[in-house]
């Protein structure tokens, strides 16, 4: 449904050249639904403008829903559909009409009945004669879904669908999101910089940092394959207590990573459930002052702080 290659864009202006996006692979299936996860400013919504034709790009190629991105843009335009940022709706105009219009503007040939089965699949029923401006924050964002939908396309691009929405909002777009795919087929691709969102609704996931994909997979797998688990241990003497018991784990086989943070230690290590009873004889021997340990399944944060280096709370 996408396939990119060495897709890239460089923006120069009066400060200067910025490489927002320096050459993105992408390969994506028929019905996947897919999170292009990322801290401000990594380059999520300049790869979404570029692959929805939007913004030219200053290298690489893409075919999108089936056609060339720079030889049939018009192409790619009619089989794809586009959630930006904030979504476009007029508050003024009644939900109704901006469904009416954009089902017009793309020659849906029954769009009384295409927007009658949109609005009870995204349960907008009742809403048609409010203006968008009088939707909740929830409505509003599933109309603005509805508008990308309204001519049937088999991939739809979400620009970060629930930003901004409270938390029980966004758990109803996810059901949303994920029935879409159920009934339609429809291949979704989302960016956003919630680590949950992804976690929780998308197939597979992209990670992209300063422009570049630095990790990619299902969720279970990239937190298999990237992070391990994740040991935290706490030590009286603060950062020196902690110091020291790095140093004195650092060499343990099964230890792949060690970060101290105050007086904590946190390690990303091998098989957690195997390697613990050893690294506690480690930290006896080396006469190391432990408070408490915990051993945790690795979150996406994990993976992204294991390929960055960096937390993508502190990196947003
Ligand atoms: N039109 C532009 N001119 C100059 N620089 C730009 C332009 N658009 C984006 N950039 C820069 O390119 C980089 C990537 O921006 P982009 O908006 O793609 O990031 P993002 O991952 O979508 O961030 P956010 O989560 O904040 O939306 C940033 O450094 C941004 O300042």
New binding site residues.
Partial sequence: MIEASGLART?T?RHGT?E??RGVDLRIGPGEIVGFL??????????LRMLTTLLAPTAGSATVAGHDLRGDPAGVRRRIGYVA?GGGTDPAVPAGEELDLQARLYGVPDPRERITKLCARLELEGMLDRPAGALSGGQRRRLDIALGLVHRPPLVFLD?PTTGLDPQSRGNLWEHIRRLRGEDGTTVFL?T?YLDEADALCDRIFI?DH?RIVAEGTPAELKRRVAGDVVTLDLAGGPDGAARARSALSGHPAVRQATVTGGTVRLTVEDGDQALMGLVRALDAAGADLVSLRLSRPTLDDVFFTVTGRSLRDAA
Wanted: net charge neutral; aromatic share 4%.
């Fill in positions: 923006f202006g910025v927002a996006v990322g801290p401000n400013g990594a380059g999520k919504t300049t790869t940022q970060e960016t910089h992209i422009g």
